[in-house]
């Protein structure tokens, strides 16, 4: 741990806090609505009471009780220094609003009286400290129930940056939030869901908007603190960053699908012009070896379209396309239009309908031969897929002296599936063996739970960097996102597990409602065919057997055969 935190030399040190109260409907957190004021990016925002740290902040340190700087500095990874943020916080919201987190000197809730209001007023005219009114006011400042909740750092580039520790905590009890009328215009306590309704009209911050869900999550106040005080540490810093829409500049977050390809692309966040949609026919350069063009094919299954990717080696001008979409003219004038250069080799990385249809027309266009696998089964497939000639598992393309693709057979989501590795970059264009937001559809009989996950734990060994998958944008540490689907297709299976032993015998349709509770209804006949493949994988496993009209039976282990069991 570092002796004390050292923010970006352009950032102010900031702090806020959450205050929480349990109210009719549930959880309610305490917001305020900023003074409109011209040029200021802040003007009309709703918000969590705080601002930046100031010099006499620390002195207030002597009346603490119910936490210590070494205790909050360690839930962020520290050794010392992020007292000074919580006190920051506390003076923020008793200047603010009006609450203050105190005591007095039995322990007892502080109950206001009528020397509060000046002291608060002195505060904000900065003529006196917090620890001016704790000693004044013979109060202790109560940390008991105050806990580190995030930590968030404004994206570089933006005019007034600041490097800000959100608290939590519960609202002091026979205390009455009052706006100050100077930085606070109106107060408002609501459930996080109501605060997050678009119809209410509130101008909220990516960080605001993504705290507010993180407290919907929970039920009352207790549920909420108890979480925050297991937070696992060291709580991460959070930095979003500039980037673009079609509708012009805006802010990304994490938790979004672009972030990882936005900080990619714009490594030090001051270009801002990395988009957060995939626009198709849109070319974006992804390196100097790979450029993406996206088909115009949107749908449930296909999310925003499917992605061509342009793979080449620019000093000896020899280009591949992996996965031409579908036999679409608009998408083929597209990827004519984008090329980077002399077009060789046309790649599918498998024969679904939306991957593979525009090979034929892609290498008459480009002069370019066809590779790719032809499936095991004709259900759902391209039936006019053609190619040149059929890769092995771990053939090597060469585009030329700098850039190679090696195949990689991965069976599972389909028979014939191959993800090519970009060897320079660890760069695995994953078709739709790996989907960005989802997983994908294993359907029977080309579809194989059991290769699938087989062929996942086999990229585990592979020295990769990025996936870029066939539907979404670049996908960061790709090994922890393996093994997260590995873990999500093995919950899965105990879930269809524990539904037929508890039943002994059962069909398809009687245990789906059970096994995908967590999936939308309407997507069940979807699901459907992937837990008939997790079914099939159970069977293969000798945990299963299908009878007749389509009904399943448990097998336990103990009526197995000492033959069957090895």
């Known amino acids: 741990m570092s002796a004390i935190y050292t923010p970006p030399p352009d950032a102010r040190q900031s702090a806020s806090l959450l205050l929480l109260r349990d109210g009719q409907a549930g959880l309610e957190v305490l917001l305020l609505r900023r003074a409109e004021r011209a040029r200021d990016w802040l003007s009309g925002a709703t918000v969590f009471p705080g601002g930046v740290l100031e010099a006499g902040d620390r002195a207030a340190a002597r009346f603490v009780v119910g936490s210590s700087d070494e205790a909050l500095s360690a839930r962020y990874g520290l050794a010392g220094g992020i007292l000074d943020h919580a006190l920051a916080a506390v003076r923020e919201s008793f200047e603010e609003i009006g609450l203050l987190l105190a005591?007095?000197?039995?322990?007892?809730?502080?109950?206001?009286?009528?020397?509060?209001?000046?002291?608060?007023?002195?505060?904000?005219?900065?003529?006196?400290t917090l620890a001016d009114a704790c000693q004044a006011l013979g109060l202790h400042l109560d940390l008991s129930r105050f806990f580190a909740w995030s930590h968030w750092l404004t994206p570089p580039?933006?005019?007034?940056?600041?490097?800000?520790?959100?608290?939590?905590?519960?609202?002091p009890p026979g205390q009455a939030a009052q706006a100050d009328q100077g930085e606070a215009t109106e107060l408002m306590w609501l459930p996080p869901t109501q605060a997050l309704d678009p119809q209410r009209g509130y101008k909220l911050f990516p960080v605001t908007r993504r705290t507010l869900r993180e407290l919907a999550a929970f039920v009352d106040v207790d549920a909420a603190l108890f979480a925050a005080a297991r937070l696992p540490a060291p709580i991460p810093r959070v930095m979003p960053r500039h980037a673009r829409t079609r509708q012009g500049p805006t802010i990304v977050v994490p938790d979004h699908l672009a972030f990882a390809e936005v900080c990619k692309l714009d490594p030090e966040g001051l270009a801002h012009d990395v988009m957060t949609e995939l626009?198709?026919?849109?070319?974006?350069?992804?390196?100097?070896?790979?450029?993406r063009v996206t088909a115009p094919n949107p749908g449930v299954m296909t999310g925003p379209g499917t992605n061509s990717y342009f793979v080449g080696d620019p000093p000896e001008d020899r280009w591949a396309l992996i996965d031409p979409g579908p036999a679409d003219p608009?998408?083929?004038a597209a990827l004519q239009a984008a090329a980077p250069g002399p077009v060789r080799w046309v790649l599918a990385t498998h024969t679904h309908r939306d991957h593979s249809p525009g090979a034929a027309a892609a290498a008459a266009a480009f002069g370019a031969v066809v590779l790719g696998r032809r499936p095991q089964h004709a259900k759902g497939q391209d039936p006019d897929f053609a190619p040149t000639r059929e890769p092995m598992d771990g053939e090597c393309l060469m585009l030329g002296s700098a850039s190679t693709l090696r195949a990689i057979h991965t069976p599972g989501h389909a028979s014939n599936h191959l993800c090519w590795l970009l060897e320079q970059e660890g760069l695995l264009f994953t078709g739709d063996h790996v989907m960005q937001g989802s997983t994908v559809v294993i359907d029977p009989p080309d579809g194989d739970m059991g290769a699938y996950l087989r062929s996942l734990q086999a990229l585990l060994d592979e020295e990769l960097q990025w996936l870029a998958p066939g539907h979404g944008f670049l996908v960061a540490e790709p090994h922890a996102v393996l093994r997260a689907l590995i873990a999500h297709r093995l919950a899965r299976e105990a879930k269809v597990a524990a539904a037929l032993r508890a039943r002994g015998q059962a069909s398809l349709d009687e245990m789906l409602p059970e096994v995908y509770a967590d999936t939308p209804q309407h997507l069940h006949p979807v699901a459907r065919r992937s837990l008939l493949a997790h079914l099939l994988k159970l069977r293969e496993d000798g945990r299963a057997e299908d009878l007749a009209q389509g009904r399943w039976r448990w097998i336990e282990a103990a009526a197995l055969r000492p033959a069957d069991a090895t």
């Open 279 to 291: 626009v198709a026919g849109q070319p974006v350069r992804l390196s100097p070896r790979v450029l």
């Open 157 to 171: 580039g933006t005019a007034t940056r600041f490097d800000t520790r959100f608290f939590v905590a519960a609202a």
């Open 330 to 332: 608009v998408h083929l």
């Open 103 to 128: 005591c007095d000197a039995s322990g007892r809730a502080a109950t206001p009286g009528p020397a509060w209001a000046d002291w608060r007023q002195r505060l904000q005219r900065r003529e006196a």
